[in-house]
C-alpha cells in the first residue's frame, strides 16, 4: 500500500495497484468520450514538446493510445499502460490508423518499467503521477530509463500547499481515489523529488487547461549524470 502525507505531516494509506488497475479498466469503454476533448490542450502541448525532441518515447500510461496519431511520424513510440482493456483499445487504434511508427504496447507497472537504463529520449506520462501508488518511485523510474539529455515531459494535476484549495482536496480524496487518482499531490512533492533526483534538472511548468489546476511540467536528464 502507498502512503500519502498529510497537513500535519502524519502519513495515511492511499490506493493500490489492483485499485488502479480495476479503476481503469472500467474507465476504458468511456475514456475517450469523457476525457478526450477535456485534456486535449493539454495533450497537444505535451505532445508538441515531445515532437521537437524526437527520437525513441516511451508514453507510460498510453491507455486507449488517444495521443498515438498525434505524435510526429519519425518518432519511435513505445506505450505502457496498468491496464488491459485500456491497451485493447490502443491496439485496436494501432492497426486501424496503421501508426507504423509504434514500435509497441504492453502492460507494464509504471513504478517498474521491464526497460534497460537510458533506453528513450522522451518519457512521456500524461496524468499518470497523480494516479499511481508511490509517486516518487515512478518518477524514480521515469528518470532510470530515460537518456542522458533527454527529457521526461509530464501533463500533472497540481494540488495547493496549503489554504481552502488544500482542505478541499483532502476532504474529496476519499472518493476519487475509487475512480483511481489523488486530488492531492501539491508541487511541493515534485520539489522534494527534484533536490532528491541525481542527474535531473527542471526544463519548465506551465498551467494548462482546464481550471488551471493542471500544469505542463518538463525535466531534463543531464549530461552529468551519466558521466558520474
Not at 516511451?58 to 513510440?77: D, K, M, N
Not at 482493456?85 to 491496439?91: D, F, S, T, V
Not at 481515489?177 to 508541487?187: D, K, P, S, V
Request: glycine fraction near 8%; charge should be positive.
Amino acid at each position: 500500500m502507498a502512503e500519502i502525507v498529510k497537513l500535519d505531516g502524519a502519513r495515511q494509506l492511499d490506493f493500490d495497484r489492483e485499485m488502479v488497475e480495476q479503476a481503469y479498466d472500467r474507465w476504458a469503454p468511456i475514456y475517450d468520450l469523457v476525457f478526450g476533448g477535456v485534456f486535449s490542450k493539454g495533450r497537444r502541448a505535451a505532445i508538441l514538446a515531445t515532437n521537437s525532441i524526437g527520437g525513441r518515447v516511451l508514453e507510460v500510461g498510453v491507455g486507449t493510445g488517444i495521443s498515438l496519431p498525434q505524435y510526429a511520424s519519425h518518432l519511435r513510440i513505445f506505450g505502457t499502460d496498468i491496464s488491459e482493456a485500456m491497451l485493447r483499445k490502443a491496439k485496436a487504434r494501432v492497426a486501424d490508423l496503421r501508426l507504423k511508427n509504434v514500435e509497441g504496447l504492453a502492460v507494464m507497472d509504471a513504478e517498474k518499467l521491464e526497460f534497460p537504463d537510458c533506453s528513450f529520449d522522451v518519457v512521456m506520462a500524461q496524468y499518470v503521477v497523480t494516479a499511481v501508488p508511490n509517486p516518487e518511485a515512478a518518477l524514480d523510474e521515469f528518470a532510470r530509463v530515460l537518456r542522458p539529455g533527454g527529457e521526461l515531459i509530464l501533463l500533472s494535476r497540481v494540488s495547493a500547499d496549503a489554504g481552502i484549495r488544500r482542505l478541499i482536496e483532502q476532504r474529496l480524496q476519499p472518493v476519487v481515489r475509487q475512480l483511481g487518482w489523488r486530488t492531492e499531490f501539491a508541487w511541493s512533492r515534485y520539489a522534494q523529488w527534484l533536490a532528491g533526483a541525481r542527474g535531473m534538472e527542471l526544463v519548465e511548468r506551465r498551467p494548462v487547461p482546464p481550471l488551471g489546476h493542471f500544469s505542463l511540467i518538463r525535466f531534463r536528464k543531464t549530461e552529468v549524470a551519466a558521466a558520474a
